[in-house]
């Protein structure tokens, strides 16, 4: 293609604004036909270089930036009058360029609606799951599982704790940025731009050049990255879009690479985040005692069955306490306070069920649970 559609497209919108005005004259015949004939070239570009691929491929490889729909509400506004009593081959020629017009009018119409379904978010999503899909299938998935794993084992035991995990989630957004991930993308930042309380940026202040590179990346990793609940995740329709835009640009296959592998990383850490959470949320939660097993008498009780190795701080059962001791505790327990209620507290308590089961076994056997002797005295003060 010798010459560039847009710009003809251009200049003939110009000569038809000139011919829609001036009076005819023996060299009007001959600018319509090269007008038309400069349609007939930019309908011939539309239809093969774009119109057949943007059937066919799921997203535009070319010209997205062209509003086709805008173009072909201009092309409707640029019809010639065709005026009764003129030059007969006037005539034809303005009726040739009208209906150049319009097939250039339903062309564009066309391309406008493909486009309009290709490049929707659900395309774009799309296109950020097969990546995932290709990543996830590959050798550098594995590896990254294996690295974090390896983390998990030797800084931290098996267990990272809360500040390990924010530290180890800074240091993998640093390391994206550093392989220039978003490095085309920060070019076009205008201004650095501040999230406060999403990461810990503030010991890298006493570095102002890291401090600016930080803020400059992070801007452009949060185009992409929502903040959820002290998560970043991943937005799959933007993700997608920053995938398309930058397949031209140097190293773009390797940075769709590291930014899905850096942020694998990223999510594995904030699982585990989430776990620890989950954990200390339960745990408080396992605390909070019905008020029938608050008062005064009864946190009493509750402090010498954890001093005997029943119980622990939030009053739940250890794992050494059987179920027939649970029972028996909850029994003699209820007793003393004079509970209307004998089971459903501790069961609510104690996640557990059928309590009254377990009585009535040792009714029937008459076997009391191992260390009974133990719980009646520490109900009998």
């Given at each position: 293609?010798?010459?560039?559609?847009?710009?003809?497209?251009?200049?003939?919108?110009?000569?038809?604004?000139?011919?829609?005005?001036?009076?005819?004259?023996?060299?009007?015949?001959?600018?319509?036909?090269?007008?038309?004939?400069?349609?007939?070239?930019?309908?011939?570009v539309?239809?093969?270089?774009?119109?057949?691929?943007?059937?066919?491929?799921?997203?535009?490889?070319?010209?997205?930036?062209?509003?086709?729909?805008?173009?072909?509400?201009?092309?409707l506004?640029?019809?010639?009058?065709?005026?009764?009593?003129?030059?007969?081959?006037?005539?034809?020629?303005t009726?040739?360029?009208?209906?150049?017009?319009?097939?250039?009018?339903?062309?564009?119409?066309?391309?406008?609606?493909?486009?309009?379904?290709?490049?929707?978010?659900?395309?774009?999503?799309?296109?950020?799951?097969?990546?995932?899909?290709?990543?996830?299938?590959?050798?550098?998935?594995?590896?990254?599982?294996?690295?974090?794993?390896?983390?998990?084992?030797?800084?931290?035991?098996?267990?990272?704790?809360?500040?390990?995990?924010?530290?180890?989630?800074?240091?993998?957004?640093?390391?994206m940025?550093?392989?220039?991930?978003?490095?085309?993308?920060?070019?076009?930042?205008?201004?650095?731009?501040?999230?406060?309380?999403?990461?810990?940026?503030e010991?890298?202040?006493?570095?102002?050049?890291?401090?600016?590179?930080?803020?400059?990346?992070?801007?452009?990793l949060?185009?992409?990255?929502?903040?959820?609940?002290?998560?970043?995740?991943?937005?799959?329709?933007?993700?997608?879009?920053?995938?398309?835009?930058?397949?031209h640009?140097?190293?773009?296959?390797?940075?769709?690479?590291?930014?899905?592998?850096?942020?694998?990383?990223?999510?594995?850490?904030?699982?585990e985040?989430?776990?620890?959470?989950?954990?200390?949320?339960?745990?408080?939660?396992?605390?909070?005692l019905?008020?029938?097993?608050?008062?005064?008498?009864?946190?009493?009780?509750?402090?010498?069955?954890?001093?005997?190795?029943?119980?622990?701080?939030?009053?739940?059962?250890?794992?050494?306490?059987?179920?027939?001791?649970?029972?028996?505790?909850?029994d003699?327990?209820?007793?003393?306070?004079?509970m209307?209620?004998?089971?459903?507290?501790f069961?609510?308590?104690?996640?557990?069920?059928?309590l009254?089961?377990?009585?009535?076994?040792?009714?029937?056997?008459?076997?009391?649970?191992?260390?009974?002797?133990?719980?009646?005295?520490?109900?009998?003060?």
């Amino acid at each position: 293609m010798t010459r560039d559609y847009k710009q003809i497209m251009t200049d003939s919108f110009s000569r038809i604004e000139v011919l829609r005005t001036e009076r005819p004259s023996a060299g009007t015949k001959f600018r319509l036909m090269g007008v038309a004939a400069d349609i007939v070239e930019v309908l011939q570009v539309l239809r093969e270089d774009l119109l057949e691929r943007v059937q066919h491929e799921a997203v535009l490889d070319a010209d997205a930036e062209v509003d086709f729909a805008a173009e072909a509400e201009k092309v409707l506004g640029l019809e010639l009058a065709e005026c009764e009593g003129q030059d007969e081959a006037l005539g034809e020629q303005t009726h040739l360029v009208n209906e150049a017009l319009g097939e250039l009018h339903n062309t564009l119409e066309e391309i406008a609606c493909q486009m309009e379904r290709h490049h929707s978010d659900a395309e774009f999503v799309r296109l950020y799951e097969n990546e995932k899909r290709r990543y996830i299938g590959s050798g550098t998935y594995g590896r990254a599982r294996k690295t974090f794993d390896e983390w998990k084992d030797n800084q931290c035991y098996g267990s990272p704790g809360m500040e390990e995990i924010d530290d180890y989630r800074l240091e993998k957004v640093m390391l994206m940025f550093e392989k220039g991930v978003f490095r085309e993308r920060v070019e076009h930042m205008q201004r650095a731009k501040r999230y406060p309380g999403e990461l810990d940026f503030e010991q890298l202040t006493d570095n102002p050049k890291v401090s600016k590179t930080v803020y400059h990346h992070y801007a452009v990793l949060r185009k992409l990255a929502d903040w959820r609940d002290g998560m970043l995740v991943v937005n799959p329709a933007r993700a997608g879009q920053f995938f398309y835009a930058s397949r031209h640009e140097d190293n773009a296959k390797s940075n769709r690479t590291n930014f899905l592998k850096y942020m694998h990383k990223v999510a594995m850490v904030q699982e585990e985040y989430r776990k620890l959470q989950d954990a200390r949320t339960e745990s408080d939660e396992s605390s909070l005692l019905p008020d029938v097993l608050a008062t005064g008498m009864a946190l009493k009780y509750w402090k010498m069955l954890q001093q005997a190795g029943f119980a622990d701080g939030h009053c739940q059962l250890l794992p050494t306490t059987t179920r027939k001791q649970a029972m028996y505790i909850a029994d003699v327990f209820s007793d003393k306070l004079q509970m209307r209620s004998k089971w459903k507290p501790f069961q609510e308590l104690w996640h557990i069920n059928n309590l009254a089961q377990e009585k009535w076994e040792m009714q029937e056997t008459g076997k009391s649970p191992a260390r009974s002797d133990e719980i009646d005295a520490i109900f009998a003060e």
